[in-house]
């Protein structure tokens, strides 16, 4: 258990709809990362977030957009969803997010199926 | 970013020792080495990370060579636990990416009884 929490584990929804996924991360770690894994892409990073402000970002969609609350929680929000959205969702933590040393924890993903 | 090379797949027997390589001709001299796996149905998992010296943690060593231009995860005893495809990621310490990870293909490791 690496600490970090994800809900909902499964989400199926139809195209056109607009879903939010939810991530927790470790105690003490300001920095979250998210993550999308689908067949044919592989593990893409999307956006990264450091003690409420964005920090970077990676092969996000503009249809996707994500904020980390004051409590450190963040949420990824899809809307527009297409049949290709479907993938994996991960999001990752890590104590600071500053530097190239950063370990960091993942959680097990929520698994979206747009149909 | 600097690009890694990792073999497809490799297979190993339980309870013998796993050198996973890695080729980062590419390398800058502040890019960290990072060493992630996925097990199957699972989320990535952090492994070791390393920048110039070799490293050893619980899980498994890291031995870098001298040019850095590779390097070599090292599970001491292999076992089934430890099937999982495995990441060879580098990070820069200077740029605005440092920290987030650019996941390749990885290297598939069978593990047999």
């Known amino acids: 258990d690496s600490g970090v929490t994800q809900t909902p584990k499964h989400l199926i929804t139809a195209t056109g709809q607009r879903v939010t996924l939810r991530c927790s991360p470790r105690s003490g770690d300001l920095s979250v990362y998210w993550y999308q894994q689908s067949l044919d892409q592989g593990l893409q990073f999307l956006i990264q977030?450091?003690?409420?402000?964005?920090?970077a970002k990676g092969n996000i969609l503009e249809r996707f957009s994500a904020q980390q609350f004051p409590d450190l929680h963040s949420e990824l929000n899809l809307s527009s969803l297409e049949l290709g959205d479907s993938a994996l969702y991960f999001c990752?933590?890590?104590?600071?997010?500053?530097?190239?040393?950063?370990?960091?924890?993942f959680g097990p993903g929520t698994r979206l199926t747009v149909t | 970013d600097a690009k890694t090379t990792q073999p497809n797949s490799m297979e190993s027997n339980e309870e013998e020792p796993v050198h996973l390589p890695c080729n980062h001709s590419?390398?800058?001299?502040?890019?960290?080495i990072h060493w992630y796996r996925q097990l199957p149905s699972q989320g990535p998992e952090y492994v070791i990370h390393g920048l110039t010296s070799n490293v050893n943690n619980r899980m498994a060593s890291l031995a870098i060579a001298e040019d850095r231009k590779s390097s070599t995860l090292i599970l001491h005893r292999a076992t089934l636990r430890d099937a999982a495809v495995y990441y060879c990621?580098?990070?820069?310490?200077?740029?605005?990416?440092?920290?987030?990870?650019?996941f390749g293909k990885g290297t598939k490791l069978s593990v047999k009884p």
């Open positions: 590419t390398i800058s001299g502040t890019d960290y």
């Open positions: 990621i580098l990070t820069a310490l200077y740029g605005g990416s440092q920290g987030n990870l650019i």
């Open positions: 977030y450091y003690n409420g402000e964005e920090r």
């Open positions: 990752a933590s890590s104590v600071d997010g500053t530097g190239a040393q950063d370990e960091q924890y």
